[in-house]
């Protein structure tokens, strides 16, 4: 019998409640642009980034502390906020020492969904501090759930491919009987040499280039390590550890 903590691949938020995450690490997952623009804030010097599931909640916290409110809802910049969802935008001369209150379409929902299931521990993850989560988990040593944010509950890829680039890497030190982790894998194994020459084959690139010429971010999203560090949750915060 294994003694190896158990990894599974949530492919969407509709499918979280499957999962039993009160003794599990939990990897909140949105790469095209949430956790990746929350690795940007964080590695370029952001005190914190506070998840918030609307956008009137946003400019009241980020009133009360003089942060920043920040955030999107369908790609574009939320009504109401100045600053958006790219992690470009979040340079050090611009975040460094400051709160960043950020909403989005998915990934703060899927934040509160593994919140209200009482997660014993949230992390965000990205190609950008992939190697920080992997070695996360490894050093836990407890039962993971990779929780892909998708599209307003459907699936996709680029969040499967992250959560397969993952399981790539730490596979060794988990037990893994879910079919939802072997597509993952094996999807990312076919396509890791070139993730950016993917891409356009992905319904929310052509959302993200095609209506707003977001390139640059996507190549950004999908670069491995240049972001390199863990955004934990704690108290309603995301802080580096």
């Not at 790469?31 to 506070?50: P, Q």
């Not at 920043?68 to 939320?78: K, L, S, T, V």
């Not at 993952?166 to 993952?184: E, G, P, R, T, W």
């Amino acid at each position: 019998m294994s003694t190896k903590p158990f990894l599974y691949t949530s492919l969407s938020p509709a499918l979280l409640h499957l999962y039993n995450l009160s003794n599990s690490a939990v990897v909140i997952i949105d790469v095209f642009r949430a956790t990746s623009t929350i690795a940007a804030a964080l590695h370029n010097g952001a005190r914190c980034v506070i998840p918030v599931d609307s956008v009137p909640k946003a400019i009241e916290i980020s009133k009360s502390i003089d942060g920043i409110a920040a955030g999107e809802r369908d790609g574009r910049i939320a009504e109401g906020l100045q600053h958006g969802n790219s992690p470009l935008e979040y340079t050090h001369e611009f975040i460094r020492d400051k709160t960043l209150v950020l909403t989005t379409t998915n990934g703060t929902r899927l934040l509160q969904m593994a919140l209200d299931k009482n997660a014993d521990t949230i992390i965000s993850g990205s190609f950008p501090n992939l190697s920080a989560v992997c070695d996360f988990l490894v050093a836990e040593k407890k039962n993971v759930v990779l929780g892909c944010a998708g599209w307003k509950d459907r699936f996709n890829l680029e969040d499967t491919l992250f959560a397969g680039a993952v399981i790539h890497h730490v596979k060794n030190k988990f037990a893994i009987h879910c079919d939802s982790s072997l597509m993952a894998e094996t999807m990312y194994a076919r396509h890791k040499s070139n993730l950016v020459k993917f891409a356009p084959q992905l319904t929310h690139y052509h959302r993200l280039v095609e209506r707003f010429g977001l390139i640059e971010d996507i190549k950004f999203c999908l670069t491995p390590d240049i972001a390199d560090v863990l955004p934990v949750y704690n108290d309603g915060k995301l802080v580096p550890k």
